[in-house]
């Protein structure tokens, strides 16, 4: 693995981008090898404002804690990194699923990806005033159910999650909740509105 400033900047690298900083970050200040939720909240959180960043380095550090002893190790972190790196669509949608099911209980309800969704949206802000129409963290969320709840029992499998989300590009790159890309404008006209 290179620098991370000679990563390849194609769409979504950003936040991979970032990621592997933090890592090096990590590395200077943890000489344990270990890392903290509360040092990770620490690092993520770095020269943001509110509490929205801090909600979702909890669950994207959730998601990298496998064993949910509260600590993850360097392992687990480049383990994590190098998936979003070079795994295949699957392989990061599966990650992805982890990221929105909070109570790990292997599906995702509404609430848990509404939850998701508002934090990256407060994050985003900035980017989306600029466009017309944005919608909103539920009106994206509804989307999202509406096109991947195929049995309609208001939870999403993991199954329905990756079907879902290879079938349609807007939702895969709402799914992978990259605050860089994340895409709150509207669907140019033409597209089928839920
Ligand atoms: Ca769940
Ligand atoms: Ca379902």
């Not at 993850?72 to 998936?83: L, N, Q």
């Not at 807007?170 to 909740?177: D, G, N, T």
């Given at each position: 693995?290179?620098?991370?400033?000679?990563?390849?900047c194609r769409r979504g690298t950003t936040y991979v981008t970032e990621l592997y900083e933090w890592l090096r970050t990590f590395m200077n200040e943890c000489p344990s090898g270990l890392?903290?939720?509360?040092?990770?909240?620490?690092?993520f959180c770095k020269g943001t404002v509110?509490?929205?960043?801090?909600?979702?380095?909890?669950?994207?550090f959730r998601t990298l804690d496998n064993n949910g002893d509260?600590?993850?190790?360097?392992?687990?972190?480049?383990?994590?990194?190098?998936?979003?790196?070079?795994?295949?669509?699957?392989?990061?949608?599966?990650?992805?699923?982890?990221?929105?099911?909070?109570?790990?209980d292997g599906a995702i309800s509404r609430r848990e990806m509404l939850e998701i969704m508002q934090a990256v949206y407060k994050m985003s802000v900035a980017a989306s005033l600029t466009k017309p129409n944005?919608?909103?963290?539920?009106?994206?969320?509804?989307?999202?159910?509406?096109?991947?709840?195929k049995d309609n029992n208001a939870i999403i499998s993991l199954e329905e999650f990756i079907e879902g989300a290879l079938d349609d590009e807007?939702?895969?790159?709402?799914?992978?909740?990259d605050p860089n890309t994340v895409k709150v404008e509207r669907p140019p006209k033409g597209h089928i509105l839920l």
């Open positions: 693995m290179g620098r991370a400033a000679s990563l390849p890392i903290t939720l509360h040092e990770f909240r620490r690092h509110g509490n929205e960043s801090a909600e979702y380095a909890e669950q994207i509260g600590v993850v190790d360097f392992r687990e972190y480049v383990k994590a990194i190098s998936m979003l790196i070079e795994g295949t669509p699957v392989e990061k949608l599966r990650w992805s699923f982890k990221l929105y099911d909070k109570d790990k944005p919608l909103t963290a539920e009106e994206c969320t509804n989307r999202i159910f509406a096109r991947l709840d807007w939702i895969r790159e709402m799914l992978e909740c």
